[in-house]
């Protein structure tokens, strides 16, 4: 008797080249997503450099003027904006350095020298040597001074003040504020 020969098919397994073409695809783009969102990470945290120096620029103006009433240097009079008839100047203004009242944003300031802050050591890798690293804020950067009477109940507190310091900064094609609040009495 003869032998029929069978022809037994295997079932052949794996991808197909479509079907891996396509897997690649979905995975360059969540791949391509992360590192977007990474960049955009890295764009941030730069950022905070910025805003730590716009935090502390805010501070010292305060600090000042608390200073300043402590050691009654200002008279509770002149703690106002200009407009009022104070020495803080009305308006965003550069950040320069403290003119001879030794206040920051008051009308001693015009024509001082502007602003610059270490931002590292320079070659010798020692702070406090003239090859320094430093960032000049203006005009880049400005701080508006605005102090207001408290009003409670309809009424004019006579001895409290609301004193907002807003720093405002352009950084590439963003513009970024910090504000800070805070009320002075005239009780040192």
Same mark, same amino acid.
Do not use: C, H
């Given at each position: 008797? +003869? ?10 397994? +794996?991808?197909?080249?479509?079907? *891996? ?8 783009? +969540? ?6 969102? @990474? *960049?955009? /990470?890295?764009? @941030? ?9 716009? =935090?502390?620029?805010? =501070? ?24 009022? /008839? ?5 308006? $965003?203004?550069?950040?320069l350095v403290p003119g001879t009242d030794g206040l920051v /944003?008051?009308?001693?300031?015009? /024509? ?8 590292? $050591? +320079? ?6 040597? !003239? ?7 203006? !005009?880049?950067?400005? &701080?508006?001074?605005?102090?207001? !009477? ?6 004019? =507190?006579?001895?409290? &003040?609301? %004193? ?16 800070? %609040? ?7």
């Amino acid at each position: 008797m +003869g032998k029929q020969s069978r022809t037994v098919r295997k079932k052949k397994s +794996g991808f197909t080249l479509l079907e *891996a073409m396509i897997s690649i695809v979905v995975l360059s783009f +969540g791949v391509l997503s992360l590192a977007a969102v @990474y *960049a955009q /990470g890295l764009y @941030y945290a730069s950022l905070t450099q910025y805003d730590y120096i716009a =935090e502390k620029k805010a =501070e010292q103006a305060v600090e000042a003027m608390f200073t300043a009433r402590d050691i009654k240097s200002l008279t509770w009079i002149n703690i106002q904006n200009v407009s009022q /008839g104070g020495v803080f100047v009305d308006g $965003p203004s550069l950040i320069l350095v403290p003119g001879t009242d030794g206040l920051v /944003g008051t009308q001693t300031d015009v /024509g001082s020298a502007d602003e610059v802050i270490i931002t590292g $050591p +320079g070659p010798d890798g020692i702070f406090g040597t !003239p090859d320094d690293t430093t960032l000049d804020l203006n !005009p880049w950067m400005t &701080r508006t001074i605005a102090i207001t !009477p408290v009003v409670v109940a309809g009424n004019t =507190e006579p001895n409290l &003040r609301q %004193v907002t310091v807003t720093i405002n900064y352009v950084i590439g094609t963003k513009t970024r504020t910090y504000t800070l %609040v805070t009320y002075i009495s005239s009780f040192a």
